[in-house]
Nanobody
Framework: QLVESGGGSVQAGGSLTLSCTAS????????LAWFRQAPGQEREGVGV???????TYADSVKGRFTISEDKEKNVLHLQMNNLKPEDSGMYYC??????????????????WGQGTQVTVSS
């Protein structure tokens, strides 16, 4: 199970931190990712934390967003800085419980949270 929190409204240039609490996974080998979806658009990958500790980010968020994990609490964080209106959307946490490393593509993830809304105003 994946439960997101931390969404909200912020002005452009501001920051938000999203959290995703993961539970029910059988072992420590799984990849966790953030995706987002704006109204009328495809769900797109934001960033992934692979089981081997490596990260991959979408070009649009590199240098502004950072993924980290509190392994003890099984919580994934997404620190978002210098937010832009185009960052607005529903943000989803996703997990692939079978891979050590996975591409940042929707089809690779089988577990999803319900999402948390992020709105950035200009």
């Amino acid at each position: 199970q994946l439960v997101e929190s931390g969404g909200g409204s912020v002005q452009a240039g501001g920051s938000l931190t999203l959290s995703c609490t993961a539970s029910g996974f059988a072992d420590d080998v799984y990849c966790l990712a953030w995706f987002r979806q704006a109204p009328g658009q495809e769900r797109e990958g934001v960033g992934v934390l692979n089981s081997d500790g490596t990260t991959t980010y979408a070009d649009s968020v590199k240098g502004r967003f950072t993924i980290s994990e509190d392994k003890e609490k099984n919580v994934l964080h997404l620190q978002m800085n210098n937010l832009k209106p185009e960052d607005s959307g529903m943000y989803y946490c996703a997990a692939d419980p079978d891979s050590i490393r996975v591409p940042l593509k929707r089809d690779y993830f089988e577990n999803w949270g319900q999402g948390t809304q992020v709105t950035v105003s200009s």
